[in-house]
Nanobody, 125 residues
Framework: VQLQASGGGLVQAGGSLRLSCAAS????????MGWFRQAPGREREFVAA????????LYAISVKGRFTISRDNAHNTVYLQMNSLKPEDTAVYFC???????????????????WGQGTQVTVSS
């Protein structure tokens, strides 16, 4: 699975961005997809994940209620809609794939097998 993230940019606090992650391959729907982020000097942290069918999602406490993860299996794409952005959301955002056919939604980066290149999100105060 090859992943290509896009949609990052510079936005003011309170604004919104939508990240996209396009995946290659014909078995996209069998993979759990996740978004992680990494700020300078910090470890990569979990943001959100979604099961292959899109029926189950999981969010980090810090983004719950502000971010929404979704997927379009017909177009091999996963999205991260980010609203009410805060300066502390500033980071490089990565999409990742876990699977295929993973049972649980996982939140640890090392458990994800495939990674995109990252897209920078900068939120100004």
């Amino acid at each position: 699975v090859q992943l290509q993230a896009s949609g990052g940019g510079l936005v003011q606090a309170g604004g919104s961005l939508r990240l996209s992650c396009a995946a290659s391959g014909r078995t996209f729907s069998s993979y759990t997809m996740g978004w992680f982020r990494q700020a300078p000097g910090r470890e990569r942290e979990f943001v959100a994940a979604i099961k292959g069918t899109g029926g189950s999602t999981l969010y980090a406490i810090s983004v719950k209620g502000r971010f929404t993860i979704s997927r379009d299996n017909a177009h091999n794409t996963v999205y991260l809609q980010m609203n009410s952005l805060k300066p502390e959301d500033t980071a490089v955002y990565f999409c990742a794939a876990d699977g295929p056919y993973t049972i649980a939604l996982r939140t640890t980066a090392r458990e994800y097998d495939y990674w995109g290149q990252g897209t920078q999100v900068t939120v100004s105060s």
